[in-house]
């Protein structure tokens, strides 16, 4: 870990939150991954070695916790006290970035993998009712092979399926890839996307009407840029 080489509490902090990748895994840690894997999923540039070495460091430092499960087969990783203080850190990122760095999406940040791990993640899988419920999602400008995703919710968890499971589908979704983040970013209300089609969603009505509750938008959604209308408004 570089150093600033000051004793000013600002660098210190600094020097523990400010390097590269540190946040996002905090952030991750803070929105219930836990499991290496998981961890993965939010840092897809970040190479398994670096990550392994960063959880290290944390864990070095008391902002991370390593716990053992299953006779020391399973290891998932936790945010200490020191930890969990970051977290208002990076609520208030968040709220900056939304208010201030909003703007068309530019290559390279057009990740697909991020995007169904995000909704994976972060959907109510209890919105539907406590059946099973299969949500498809077509993403209209992807390759074939990139294209269909299902959802698969029950037992208050979401199971996200690169395969049809073989269920019944309650909710077919279709959106372009930037559109859905869109959305999942709060740049395109939901309400504004289905009604201009760039969103559709076809299933019974006790589904289609919950299809909000389901996607569990964040409050991070809710703040406005300070930009102005917001990068969707341009692909109208």
Same mark, same amino acid.
């Given at each position: 870990?570089?150093? @600033?080489?000051?004793?000013?509490?600002?660098?210190?902090?600094?020097?523990?939150?400010?390097?590269?990748?540190?946040?996002?895994?905090?952030?991750?840690?803070?929105?219930?991954?836990?499991?290496?894997?998981?961890?993965?999923?939010?840092?897809?540039?970040?190479?398994?070695?670096?990550?392994?070495?960063?959880?290290?460091?944390?864990?070095?430092?008391?902002?991370?916790?390593?716990?053992?499960?299953?006779?020391?087969?399973?290891?998932? @990783?936790?945010?200490?006290?020191?930890?969990?203080?970051?977290?208002?850190?990076?609520?208030?990122?968040?709220?900056?970035?939304? &208010?201030?760095?909003?703007?068309?999406?530019?290559?390279?940040?057009?990740?697909?993998?991020?995007?169904?791990?995000?909704?994976?993640?972060?959907?109510?899988?209890?919105?539907?009712?406590?059946?099973?419920?299969?949500?498809?999602?077509?993403?209209?400008?992807?390759?074939?092979?990139?294209?269909?995703?299902?959802?698969?919710?029950?037992?208050?968890?979401?199971?996200?399926?690169?395969?049809?499971?073989?269920?019944?589908?309650?909710?077919?979704?279709?959106?372009?890839?930037?559109?859905?983040? @869109?959305?999942?970013?709060?740049?395109?209300?939901?309400?504004?996307?289905?009604?201009?089609? &760039?969103?559709?969603?076809?299933?019974?009505? &006790?589904?289609?009407?919950?299809?909000?509750?389901?996607?569990?938008?964040?409050?991070?959604? $809710?703040? $406005?840029?300070?930009?102005?209308?917001?990068?969707?408004?341009?692909?109208?």
């Amino acid at each position: 870990m570089k150093t @600033y080489g000051q004793f000013c509490p600002v660098a210190k902090a600094s020097e523990l939150f400010c390097e590269r990748w540190t946040p996002l895994i905090i952030r991750d840690l803070a929105q219930g991954a836990s499991r290496f894997s998981e961890l993965q999923k939010g840092v897809p540039l970040m190479s398994p070695t670096l990550l392994s070495s960063r959880l290290k460091q944390l864990e070095a430092e008391d902002i991370v916790e390593r716990r053992t499960s299953g006779g020391g087969k399973t290891r998932t @990783y936790h945010l200490t006290a020191a930890g969990r203080e970051f977290i208002p850190m990076v609520e208030a990122l968040g709220i900056w970035g939304q &208010r201030w760095s909003r703007r068309q999406l530019v290559e390279g940040e057009v990740d697909l993998g991020l995007l169904v791990w995000a909704l994976e993640r972060g959907v109510n899988p209890a919105a539907f009712g406590e059946r099973r419920s299969v949500v498809q999602l077509d993403l209209t400008d992807q390759p074939d092979n990139k294209r269909l995703w299902w959802f698969v919710n029950r037992e208050g968890a979401c199971e996200l399926c690169v395969e049809d499971p073989g269920f019944e589908v309650d909710l077919y979704l279709a959106c372009s890839l930037p559109d859905m983040i @869109y959305i999942i970013r709060g740049d395109l209300p939901l309400t504004e996307a289905l009604d201009a089609g &760039r969103l559709d969603a076809h299933g019974p009505r &006790r589904i289609t009407t919950k299809l909000a509750k389901w996607l569990n938008l964040g409050p991070l959604t $809710k703040v $406005k840029s300070a930009r102005g209308e917001g990068p969707a408004a341009a692909r109208r």
